[in-house]
């Protein structure tokens, strides 16, 4: 290693261990994310509190350091080369000011109640955690894997319900340090995506309705009961790989090119849904890239559809 990159990373982690942030070196990032995919992090730092993750990104802003913010690591693809920078976690543990589900003050609306969930937070969990308080709202994108604000930031939802149908409003950190509230309005939604690049959100403000308990909780089993038998669960996959087109199914243009099991090296296009790829063992990005980018030939030159890929590729 250069004398220079060996001083900046002394640096770094000086810089960490002052504002006590727990933290790994050359961290392989195929433990964090749903494919089980990518090299090494030169850092890989969790962050506990709104402070601690202020005065990091002012530092990184400061130092001109690379940087990316995962949540449950699903919906990502990070190459095999790994990551030259910071790669931050927002912690979901008890302790941390990310991991919570609460009931909070507003100005509520009839048969409603405000919950806000830090971002860290399991989906699954907030939306079983607000059903047993007979709050309705989020059981329907229940059976979507990751936390609230990758949920959030990527504007997950069903056919039923997008998760952005229940927000409020949220709150944000920018990349220089400066804490924000964002209502409803001042972000911009649409299929699978938001205008919320530029900032890491922290906690979101749901508004919820008021109704049966048993109800909401039998939508959540059914739901779960669902994805189980249209999705490959229980593989490593990080969700769906392609949006879908308007008017169609992403899935169903795969499947009709008989695509299913087609593979390069390890990863495969499931056999349940066309629009997961499985990687099936040691699989490695470049095959992930090399499939992908075959598929999207492939529809294009079929049906003159130009896929857009839902996974996000970190480089």
Same mark, same amino acid.
């Given at each position: 290693?250069?004398?220079?990159?060996?001083?900046?990373?002394?640096?770094?982690?000086?810089?960490?261990?002052?504002?006590?942030?727990?933290?790994?070196?050359?961290?392989?990032?195929?433990?964090?994310? %749903?494919?089980? =995919?990518?090299?090494?992090?030169?850092?890989? !730092?969790?962050?506990?509190?709104?402070?601690?993750?202020?005065?990091?990104? $002012?530092?990184?802003?400061?130092? $001109?350091?690379?940087?990316?913010? =995962? *949540?449950?690591?699903?919906?990502?693809?990070?190459?095999?080369?790994?990551? +030259?920078?910071? !790669?931050?976690?927002?912690?979901? /543990?008890?302790?941390?000011?990310?991991?919570?589900?609460?009931?909070?003050?507003?100005?509520?609306?009839?048969? %409603?109640?405000?919950?806000?969930?830090?971002?860290?937070?399991?989906?699954?969990?907030?939306?079983?955690?607000?059903?047993?308080?007979?709050?309705?709202?989020?059981?329907? =994108?229940?059976?979507?894997?990751?936390?609230? *604000?990758?949920?959030?930031?990527?504007?997950?939802? !069903?056919?039923?319900?997008?998760?952005?149908?229940?927000?409020?409003?949220?709150? !944000?950190?920018?990349?220089?340090?400066?804490?924000?509230?964002?209502?409803?309005?001042?972000?911009?939604?649409?299929?699978?995506?938001?205008?919320?690049? @530029?900032?890491?959100?922290? +906690?979101?403000?749901?508004?919820? #309705?008021?109704?049966?308990?048993?109800?909401?909780?039998?939508?959540?089993?059914?739901?779960?009961?669902?994805?189980?038998?249209?999705?490959?669960?229980?593989?490593?996959?990080?969700?769906? =790989?392609? #949006? /879908?087109?308007?008017? @169609?199914?992403?899935?169903?243009?795969? @499947?009709?090119?008989?695509?299913?099991?087609?593979?390069?090296?390890?990863?495969?296009?499931?056999?349940?849904?066309?629009?997961?790829?499985?990687?099936?063992?040691?699989?490695?990005?470049?095959?992930?890239?090399?499939?992908?980018?075959?598929?999207?030939?492939?529809?294009?030159?079929?049906?003159?559809?130009?896929?857009?890929?839902?996974?996000?590729?970190?480089?």
């Amino acid at each position: 290693m250069a004398a220079g990159r060996r001083i900046i990373k002394n640096n770094i982690e000086e810089y960490l261990l002052s504002i006590k942030c727990n933290y790994k070196c050359n961290e392989p990032l195929s433990k964090h994310t %749903t494919l089980c =995919i990518g090299g090494t992090a030169d850092f890989f !730092v969790e962050v506990e509190t709104e402070k601690q993750l202020i005065s990091l990104l $002012k530092f990184i802003n400061e130092n $001109k350091i690379k940087f990316f913010v =995962i *949540g449950g690591g699903s919906n990502i693809l990070f190459s095999d080369e790994g990551f +030259r920078g910071i !790669v931050i976690k927002l912690s979901s /543990n008890s302790n941390s000011e990310f991991g919570k589900v609460e009931t909070c003050e507003g100005k509520e609306k009839q048969n %409603t109640e405000y919950v806000c969930c830090g971002s860290a937070v399991n989906l699954a969990y907030a939306a079983r955690k607000t059903a047993e308080q007979g709050l309705s709202g989020l059981e329907y =994108i229940s059976s979507i894997p990751g936390t609230v *604000g990758g949920a959030v930031f990527g504007n997950a939802g !069903v056919k039923e319900s997008s998760v952005s149908d229940v927000i409020e409003k949220i709150e !944000v950190v920018d990349y220089f340090g400066n804490k924000e509230i964002l209502n409803k309005k001042d972000i911009r939604f649409e299929y699978r995506k938001s205008n919320l690049e @530029d900032c890491i959100i922290t +906690r979101v403000f749901f508004i919820l #309705k008021n109704a049966d308990k048993n109800d909401i909780l039998k939508t959540i089993s059914q739901q779960l009961e669902r994805r189980k038998k249209s999705q490959p669960i229980g593989t490593k996959n990080a969700g769906c =790989i392609f #949006k /879908n087109p308007k008017d @169609d199914s992403a899935g169903r243009l795969i @499947d009709s090119l008989n695509l299913k099991h087609y593979n390069v090296g390890d990863i495969e296009i499931s056999d349940i849904h066309a629009n997961f790829f499985i990687n099936k063992n040691n699989g490695c990005a470049k095959d992930m890239l090399s499939l992908i980018e075959f598929v999207k030939n492939e529809i294009y030159k079929k049906y003159n559809i130009k896929l857009e890929t839902e996974i996000r590729i970190i480089k």
